[in-house]
């Protein structure tokens, strides 16, 4: 077993009190998650490895969509960055149309007694989905963490950015910049994720005074190809200015806007979410709602290692604003 780093070191590192590192140390309640993490941080920078509390194997499964989306990559590998450092091995597992099932995934890991598995955007976030297989995992002595995709209380522990908040911030941020004829790009409504947007896009909105209702909302896929051909419903309505669901639907969105003569931003201002690196690299730099992935991370480590405290939890994060060059005045 490690040797756990001096109390007193890590008190005056983290910038806390002795007890609150003990707390922390002995998955106590009373401290608030900012402060827990960075009681974490300072841990795992002295070189301490909790023991794996709930292991069987060792391997923690992290089920993930289709890594085509730079978000799911992102998160995947910051997620097995900080299991690492307890411990934990990780089996990154990929589902789409051509791969293994989701279901599928769960039975081998439930049946290889694995230590934990995290899932990122399951079936869960699916509107009329529900928790029975996960929470069946559960039972079976697999500690899981839900990550993204869900909304209130669930019955797993879970962490989330706060998709609604990063709505309106963008969408303030537009009518800042004058524009009144904001559109938003999304992905199917029958997930969660996509209800979220639209709920946060819509109160922003109408905390602007502006109430147009479905005209600007542009239903589509979640990829570059979605991104292109949701812009021919907002250019017909006359926006001005989109928030897109996800980063790749802006790129197709500016892309989209391209093909009909149209320049970012002078004629037409693009907002991506999620934030991943790449949005700096693209031409020209997007303007995005980034996902705090390094402290949504910690916490799914934390509640994959405190599975008894955690209960049903969910740790939500606010995004963050990252301005580019795809946001610009409203044209006259």
Not at 47 to 65: K, N
Not at 217 to 233: N, Q, W
Not at 274 to 302: K, Y
């Amino acid at each position: 077993m490690a040797l756990r780093p001096k109390l007193q070191e890590v008190s005056e590192i983290a910038g806390v009190s002795l007890a609150t590192v003990s707390r922390v140390l002995n998955a106590k309640p009373g401290v608030s998650d900012d402060t827990r993490q960075r009681v974490l941080d300072t841990l795992a920078d002295l070189g301490y490895r909790e023991p794996v509390r709930s292991s069987r194997t060792g391997i923690v499964g992290i089920i993930t969509p289709e890594l085509d989306n730079p978000i799911f990559p992102a998160l995947a590998q910051t997620i097995e960055s900080r299991l690492a450092r307890f411990g934990l091995l990780t089996m990154i597992c990929p589902v789409t149309a051509d791969t293994v099932n989701e279901q599928e995934y769960l039975d081998h890991f439930a049946e290889s007694s694995a230590s934990g598995l995290v899932v990122i955007n399951g079936k869960y976030a699916g509107v009329d989905d529900g928790f029975e297989a996960y929470e069946q995992l559960v039972k079976r002595g697999v500690a899981t963490v839900l990550v993204n995709g869900v909304v209130g209380e669930t019955p797993l522990p879970a962490v989330s950015v706060d998709i609604a908040a990063g709505a309106e911030m963008a969408v303030r941020h537009l009518g800042n910049l004058g524009h009144s004829r904001i559109g938003v790009l999304v992905g199917p409504q029958r997930y969660v994720t996509t209800r979220l947007l639209i709920e946060g896009y819509t109160k922003a909105m109408t905390a602007l005074g502006h109430r147009d209702g479905p005209s600007l909302i542009s239903e589509t896929l979640f990829t570059i190809e979605g991104g292109r051909a949701g812009m021919a419903k907002l250019i017909e309505n006359e926006a001005t200015a989109v928030v897109c669901a996800s980063d790749m639907m802006a790129i197709g969105a500016i892309e989209g806007l391209r093909a009909r003569g149209l320049v970012t931003p002078d004629d037409f201002s693009v907002v991506g979410f999620d934030g991943t690196e790449f949005v700096s690299h693209t031409d020209p730099p997007l303007t995005s709602i980034r996902q705090p992935i390094d402290r949504m991370a910690a916490s799914v480590a934390w509640l994959l290692q405190n599975q008894d405290s955690a209960g049903s939890r969910v740790h939500m994060f606010q995004p963050e604003l990252v301005i580019g060059r795809t946001t610009g005045r409203a044209p006259i």
